[in-house]
């Protein structure tokens, strides 16, 4: 039987292989052959692990030969962004600094991705440590947009969510530290999740913002993200900041109706800059979600205005710190051309980052320096408190809120390189949910004149992953009705 990878699900790849329409061996080297095909215009994957996929999959094919029950993502085939270590397989962070690094370990939340049968494809394209709007800042070029090969796919997971959407993956993990994962679901028309702050561990996470970095599935459907944060939730002991709380069955979460539940709708996110194709998709949805019974309640997120410049002092900070390692001494990128350690320092990281990330790690060491610590960080924390209460105070009154994820859909290749501000700007309905550590999904709710895709933000309380697959399914059907 001829399966069409394009459209295959998490849930039908693993029927397919449970019950012998295909081996998970034929299956993998069906995705190796699509994106030798494929990906050379789109430049989603940067490794492919060839090897250690066949493997995974000769193993689920034996469990199968011998009747044995199948783990639950049995065959599927996953990407991983290459923020993500992986034992044996070249993880560079997008950076020149870990051109040749080879982890020693693996990621806990690939590792658990593996323990449940998924078989590891690649590791995809991203912004250098995860830091950018547009995975445009990627050392090894950057990803174009598979909706539009002449736009951007988001970032920094863009390798991630562009791989979905061209079908080069059945799913895959990236990381939200400002939005890097729901701002590229956007771009590119696919579910982008990132959960409650701790509820998937960091470990074996490339760390850019340890008090701001997530890791969490994009997929092609709501329920497949529920399928996947089943098998990377939980408590891990190797992740201090990971929650030790009971993780529900969020696919049995998904199909419960959502009459009756609150919705709120906050006014700074529907302001000035805000694209009318953008705001009519977006209020589209809420006004299907009203009919399908949802109350809609408007509110107000009074210190939303103070999110990017808080957001770009907390994460710069940390990412000063964070990057702090990368000295040409332990591992990665060493300059060859050093007569003292001084200089050897200086050259290795002048050789090894990029402009953005030079420019964050001096922000961010500007913003810890003597003298003004106080001036940027502290009152940055003191102005993330209050964003944080905003979110808790509204929450007293909905269940769940809803924005756009973006301000425009996918915007060209170059139109906002040299201009940094307009790029951290695209960021600017997503940063305050990591600021709060609270969950949120971008789910897709149209297209544009161009046919561009449109998301839809679903914000909802510290670990209520369930109520935002609820109305996500319930946006997510809607717009299959429609189209």
Do not use: W
Request: net charge negative.
């Amino acid at each position: 039987m001829e399966l069409d990878l394009n459209v295959l699900t998490v849930a039908s790849t693993r029927t397919a292989v449970e019950q012998r329409q295909v081996t998970a061996t034929s299956l993998a080297e069906g995705f190796f052959a699509k994106i030798e095909a494929e990906d050379k215009q789109i430049h989603a994957y940067l490794t492919v692990s060839k090897e250690r996929a066949l493997a995974q999959a000769a193993r689920i094919d034996a469990m199968a030969d011998k009747g044995e029950a199948l783990p639950p993502l049995a065959g599927v085939p996953i990407a991983i962004k290459d923020v993500m270590v992986t034992r044996g397989v070249r993880t560079t962070a997008g950076s020149k600094m870990l051109e040749n690094f080879i982890p020693p370990y693996d990621c806990t939340a690939v590792s658990r991705l593996e323990a449940a049968g998924a078989v590891i494809i690649g590791k995809m394209n991203c912004d250098e440590f995860a830091m950018g709007s547009s995975n445009e800042n990627s050392a090894y070029g950057p990803v174009r947009n598979p909706r539009d090969l002449s736009r951007v796919p988001g970032g920094s997971s863009g390798g991630s969510a562009a791989c979905v959407a061209a079908g080069t993956a059945v799913a895959a993990l990236g990381s939200d530290t400002g939005g890097s994962i729901r701002q590229p679901a956007a771009f590119c028309g696919v579910v982008g999740l990132m959960p409650t702050y701790g509820r998937v561990s960091r470990y074996g996470l490339i760390a850019f913002a340890s008090s701001l970095d997530h890791i969490g599935p994009l997929t092609k459907s709501v329920s497949d993200a529920a399928l996947i944060l089943q098998q990377i939730a939980g408590r891990d002991p190797m992740d201090s900041t990971s929650a030790d709380i009971p993780v529900p069955d969020y696919s049995a979460e998904i199909e419960p109706p959502v009459k009756g539940l609150r919705i709120g709708v906050p006014s700074e996110y529907f302001a000035e800059g805000l694209d009318p194709e953008v705001r009519r998709a977006v209020e589209g949805a809420i006004q299907k979600l009203a009919a399908a019974g949802c109350e809609v309640v408007p509110i107000s997120l009074p210190h939303t205005k103070y999110a990017i410049p808080t957001y770009y002092v907390v994460a710069t900070a940390e990412a000063s710190s964070n990057l702090a390692r990368y000295d040409g001494v332990r591992y990665g990128y060493r300059s060859p051309e050093s007569a003292t350690l001084s200089t050897m320092y200086r050259r290795t990281r002048d050789e090894g980052f990029g402009p953005e990330v030079k420019r964050r790690i001096m922000l961010g060491t500007y913003a810890l320096s003597a003298g003004y610590y106080d001036a940027y960080y502290i009152k940055a924390q003191r102005v993330r408190t209050l964003l944080t209460r905003d979110f808790e105070q509204a929450f007293q009154k909905v269940d769940a809120i809803i924005t756009p994820t973006t301000p425009t859909p996918a915007f060209k290749l170059g139109e906002k390189s040299d201009d940094p501000l307009a790029m951290y700007l695209a960021d600017i309905y997503t940063v305050t949910a990591d600021l709060a550590g609270i969950p949120g999904i971008s789910v897709p709710c149209g297209t544009s004149k161009d046919g561009l895709p449109i998301g839809l933000q679903i914000l909802a309380k510290h670990f209520h992953e369930p109520t935002i697959f609820r109305l996500a399914h319930a946006v997510e059907h809607a717009q299959a009705a429609v189209s």
